[in-house]
T-cell receptor
Framework: GENVEQHPSTLSVQEGDSAVIKCTYS??????FPWYKQELGKRPQLIID?????GEKKDQRIAVTLNKTAKHFSLHITETQPEDSAVYFC????????????FGPGTRLSVLP | KAGVTQTPRYLIKTRGQQVTLSCSPI?????VSWYQQTPGQGLQFLFE???????NKGNFPGRFSGRQFSNSRSEMNVSTLELGDSALYLC????????????????FGAGSRLTVL
């Protein structure tokens, strides 16, 4: 079955710096890759997603890149702010039948003021 | 538009008991998925229901079961509770019409935090 690895497990950056979180997946049939942000005590919320027919997607300070050949995708956050501090989860899904997402173990991002 | 509602939010049980958790999806969403979240294992997929049918199942023992009703509301049940079942159980709904249409965005509920003593 699918396996998703995520690195680093923790990341501390200074406010205003960039943060990059990388995920690798094992199943080449996976075609949908969302990123979820979970603040302390709150539910995971989608921040950006990408499908396998796209190499890059950007939404303001957040971008995701996908390399299908290498089977990895990355989250890029620029101009980080304290409110970006949270746990970030990547996920992979084949999406062709049903909603079976495999999540990475998460990255705890701390943005230091 | 109301979000995904999960009840109860918190509950405490003892080993050997059973528990039932409820999830009401966003209106119009027909797919309901359940995930177990623990500090050590992250988010683990339990199962997914669509139109009252279980479409996908994760790697959990048979003590974990679920169902979906005609109004898309879903319940999950854990029987013979073990200490290791202590976790946050998250329900997520999506507007997935099934078939070769690709995955859709999951919207999570706030979760039901289960503590097993």
């Amino acid at each position: 079955g699918e396996n998703v690895e995520q690195h680093p497990s923790t990341l501390s950056v200074q406010e205003g710096d960039s943060a990059v979180i990388k995920c690798t997946y094992s199943d080449s049939a996976s075609n949908y890759f969302p990123w979820y942000k979970q603040e302390l005590g709150k539910r995971p919320q989608l921040i950006i997603d990408i499908r396998s027919n796209v190499g890059e997607k950007k939404d303001q300070r957040i971008a995701v890149t996908l390399n299908k050949t290498a089977k990895h995708f990355s989250l890029h956050i620029t101009e980080t702010q304290p409110e970006d501090s949270a746990v970030y989860f990547c996920a992979a899904s084949k999406g062709n039948y049903g909603q079976n997402f495999v999540f990475g173990p998460g990255t705890r991002l701390s943005v230091l003021p | 538009k109301a979000g995904v509602t999960q009840t109860p939010r918190y509950l405490i049980k003892t080993r050997g008991q059973q528990v039932t958790l409820s999830c009401s999806p966003i209106s119009g969403h027909r797919s309901v998925s359940w995930y177990q979240q623990t500090p050590g294992q992250g988010l683990q997929f339990l199962f997914e229901y669509f139109s009252e049918t279980q479409r996908n199942k994760g790697n959990f023992p048979g003590r974990f079961s679920g169902r979906q009703f005609s109004n898309s509301r879903s319940e999950m049940n854990v029987s013979t509770l073990e200490l290791g079942d202590s976790a946050l159980y998250l329900c997520a709904s999506s507007f997935h019409s099934g078939g070769l249409t690709g995955a859709n965005v999951l919207t999570f509920g706030a979760g039901s935090r289960l503590t097993v003593l």
